[in-house]
């Protein structure tokens, strides 16, 4: 057996995952694999699914159909369903879940204390999980009396302090302000490379899920648009929802007139009538066929503006097209505009130096994007949910994200 493989045996495993609320289903037929020590998130919109996916695992929800496992053992079969407080999962929610009347020390303590370990001895691994999260100092405080993200530490520290084989994260860092969040966010990635923890973290921000997992699951609407790492879900969306939710994208379509070895040839008549775009091959395989119809994708920051705001009076060439400037934001390194090429309103960023010139609305300029700077998917892949239940579960889902328990303490 090799390693891969070890690592999913110890892992999770969901199988055909459906489940709903009343007569709305909220996931369809979701399949994951979570390598042991893995850091994985489920990202997408609100009501997409990935609250309730989660709750499934933790138990907190009973599916209508699939197979969940951990580490070997079924948690849920559509004949067996084990209890929260007997699956090895710890769970990490949005609103912190600290005990009031009970000291940071206390609160660490207290899943050690159900799971019977003697007091000397889980007062010394609560205080060494303190130690980890940096609050050893204050183990004798009440956790209410702590910041927001001090508390969440202690959350966080509960968690560990058992040794699960899985920690859930539910939004935890989405009641902190932005720059305790970011902070918080690379703490929470330090520790679990340190301890080794398998984590599956829940979230709406794209920041968050780029910067801390190995790899990401993108959901709409209860069905998974597209599993990566963070790299490939930037640099190669699979469709149009993954393209536009994760950052920002123009998405233009096009058709293949052409196939070489290095590249591959794209008209697209939408942003001007000579428009033609060559997209470089990252494999021999990464190809469509000529004639096919695709998604062109490039991101805002992809584009290459020149200095020179004046409308050049040389016809654009391969990779090139003509664009009017609808609106600049000067953001001090670089402008935010839109421009109207075509049929489309483009994003594009442009970065700033000391020269630059204060761009001029309604100017017409060639804007340029090279091979490498262009990435495709097949036209019809949309990200769409086709059984239209998926708008009716956000208050559901959201609902769904209040605690009703602590899972081991």
């Not at 303590?109 to 060494?128: E, H, N, T, V």
């Not at 262009?374 to 949910?385: E, K, M, V």
Request: charged content about 20%; overall charge negative; glycine content about 10%.
């Amino acid at each position: 057996m090799n390693e891969v493989t070890e690592q999913v045996d110890d892992g999770l495993v969901v199988k055909g995952l459906v489940a709903g609320y009343g007569g709305a289903r909220a996931v369809s037929d979701v399949n994951l694999e979570i390598g042991r020590s893995e850091f994985v998130t489920l990202l997408g919109p609100s009501g997409c699914g990935k609250t309730t996916t989660l709750r499934c695992v933790a138990g907190l929800h009973l599916p209508q159909s699939g197979e969940i496992t951990l580490g070997g053992e079924r948690l849920y079969t559509p004949a067996i369903n084990v209890p929260p407080h007997k699956r090895d999962i710890n769970m990490v929610f949005q609103s912190y879940a600290v005990w009031p009347h009970m000291t940071t020390l206390e609160n660490v303590m207290y899943g050690l204390k159900a799971k019977k370990m003697p007091k000397a001895q889980a007062r010394a691994k609560a205080q060494q999980m303190l130690e980890l999260v940096g609050l050893a100092e204050f183990a004798g405080r009440h956790a209410t009396d702590l910041s927001g993200g001090q508390q969440q530490r202690v959350a966080l520290a509960r968690a560990l302090a058992t040794e699960p084989s899985l920690v859930l994260m539910d939004e935890p860092l989405s009641n902190l302000d932005a720059q305790l969040r970011a902070r918080m966010r690379e703490e929470i990635r330090q520790i679990q490379r340190r301890t080794g923890i398998t984590v599956l973290y829940v979230t709406h921000d794209q920041s968050e899920a780029l910067s801390m997992s190995d790899r990401v699951v993108v959901m709409n609407q209860g069905v998974i648009q597209q599993v990566g790492d963070p790299w490939a879900l930037y640099h190669r969306p699979e469709n149009a929802f993954v393209a536009t939710f994760v950052g920002e994208a123009n998405v233009v379509p096009g058709t293949v007139t052409g196939v070489g070895a290095d590249a591959f040839t794209v008209r697209v008549p939408t942003l001007g009538p000579e428009t033609v775009l060559d997209i470089a091959r990252t494999t021999a395989a990464d190809c469509p066929s000529k004639g096919d119809a695709v998604s062109v994708v490039f991101r805002p920051e992809w584009v290459r503006v020149p200095d020179d705001m004046s409308p050049s009076s040389a016809s654009p060439g391969r990779n090139e097209f003509r664009a009017r400037l609808v609106s600049s934001e000067f953001l001090g390194d670089h402008f935010e505009r839109t421009y109207a090429a075509g049929e489309h309103r483009l994003h594009v960023q442009a970065v700033t130096g000391p020269t630059s010139r204060p761009p001029q609305i309604g100017a017409e300029q060639t804007l340029l994007i090279t091979p490498e700077n262009l990435t495709w998917f097949p036209r019809d892949n949309t990200g769409a949910h086709d059984d239209g239940e998926g708008s009716a579960l956000s208050s559901r889902e959201d609902a769904a994200e209040t605690p009703t328990t602590v899972l081991g303490g």
